[in-house]
């Protein structure tokens, strides 16, 4: 009983502190003509591209991402400007190491997306090039143009049940469990990493339902499974309001544990078959990073920098300021420091004397009390300098991390209104 009241606190303490925070620290203001996200970068640094293709065939209604109905013509002209755009990145000097394709679905239109990966391999000494998809962008011959290109393909299944996959409508839009099985099998092996993204927490979903969808997963041999949960926000409240709420996300988040446990964990919600090296869109890898394309977001020396969203202000923007900037909010050195260490225990571990080092700080000094606090409550534990979350305290960071994301959707349903 302890137990639960420690958990129930913790839980609504650690969603409350996020959203507030979240919601103090971002303050938009829109940028003036001559203002530039470049004047924050590091020469000295490498970073995180992530690039935005904002184009779908369909617009899932779960779905809080930055997307338009598709078509050639505009897609065509995007990846153009979205290519403009990159090779301002090189003569601004920007270091990239690693890069990360999201949308939207990246290969909606493959030829252009390309070009577009030919480009940044051209200009950038850069081999972690991950990409987005959904299951009908997936046939054997498309997947073959991208080896050499692209190294983890994470394909957005969502879930392997006919009915969720009505629910969620995708049934008539991308197949049933069947077909959808039988398409990831004919792709398997071709590039060195296939990724499943699977939701948990959905309304109707019972646990025999996650545990077929882990299973399924398994099954199909592929390299890497990243586990979701559902998330909420005013981009997909319609939806949300006509079902009725899940309230099992803690054991649901343990049974994929449970599930996953002879598969290496990345972070708290991705998980390999072997050790891997590659980085989220956001999260654990990359303290900072550099978006480019339509309502992209760019985190940079403690600025949240946001790209046009509308694509007309945007292809103006950068053919004729080279940047597309049109937003910003600038962090508290506080909410610096609370956001890094979210981060960093989201990828499993934070080495205090690193971690001081890298953000010029004293951790126990700064957050003493906080330190305290979660400590009684059985959320981390210290051991030789090094801050490890425990079991609960690894579902607290997933919600934590859900309530940051949900966070950046109320930006975007901001710019998108």
């Known amino acids: 009983m302890v137990n639960n009241i420690k958990e129930i606190f913790s839980i609504f303490t650690a969603k409350a502190v996020v959203k507030n925070t979240f919601a103090s620290c971002i303050n938009i203001t829109s940028t003036l003509k001559n203002e530039s996200k470049y004047s924050s970068i590091d020469s000295q640094k490498k970073y995180l591209l992530y690039i935005h293709v904002p184009f779908c065939d369909n617009l899932c209604p779960f779905c809080t991402f930055h997307k338009f109905k598709h078509n050639f013509e505009d897609s065509n002209r995007y990846f153009k400007i979205l290519r403009e755009e990159i090779k301002v990145l090189k003569r601004k000097n920007v270091k990239v190491d690693s890069v990360y394709v999201g949308g939207g679905t990246p290969l909606i239109n493959e030829k252009q997306l390309r070009i577009t990966i030919k480009l940044v391999k051209k200009l950038f000494d850069v081999k972690d090039i991950s990409c987005e998809t959904d299951p009908n962008h997936i046939d054997v011959n498309t997947v073959y143009k991208l080896k050499g290109l692209i ?240 079991q609960f305290g690894e579902y607290l960071l997933v919600i934590m991390m859900a309530s940051f994301y949900s966070g950046m959707d109320k930006v975007r349903a901001m710019f998108r209104r």
């Not at 006509?242 to 054991?251: L, R, V």
């Not at 072997?274 to 990073?289: A, I, M, Q, R």
């Not at 940079?300 to 910003?328: Q, V």
């Open 151 to 390: 190294k983890r393909l994470s394909i957005g299944v969502q879930s392997f049940d006919d009915e969720i996959l009505k629910q969620l409508s995708r049934y008539k839009r991308f197949g049933s469990s069947s077909e959808i099985k039988e398409k990831i099998s004919k792709i398997a092996g071709i590039l060195p990493i296939t990724n499943i993204d699977l939701i948990f927490n959905i309304p109707n979903q019972t646990q025999d339902i996650l545990r077929d969808d882990l299973q399924s997963a398994k099954d199909l041999g592929i390299e890497q499974i990243t586990t979701y949960p559902l998330m909420s926000s005013d981009l997909n409240s319609g939806f949300l309001k006509s079902k009725k709420i899940n309230t099992n996300e803690q054991k649901f988040y343990n049974i994929i544990k449970e599930e996953l446990k002879d598969y290496t964990k990345n972070n708290m919600w991705s998980f390999s078959k072997n050790l891997v090296d590659l980085s989220d869109e956001y999260v654990s890898t990359h303290d900072e990073y550099i978006g480019v394309g339509s309502g992209a977001f760019s985190y940079l020396d403690g600025k949240l920098f946001i790209n046009a969203f509308d694509l007309k202000e945007y292809e103006e923007n950068i053919i004729t300021r080279k940047d597309a900037l049109m937003a910003k909010s600038e962090f508290e050195n506080i909410n610096k420091i609370e956001y890094a260490m979210l981060s960093t225990l989201f990828g499993g571990k934070l080495n205090i004397k690193e971690f001081n080092k890298l953000y010029n700080v004293d951790l126990e000094k700064l957050l003493r009390k906080e330190l305290y606090l979660v400590k009684k409550l059985d959320v981390i534990k210290i051991e030789e300098g090094i801050i490890y979350p425990t």
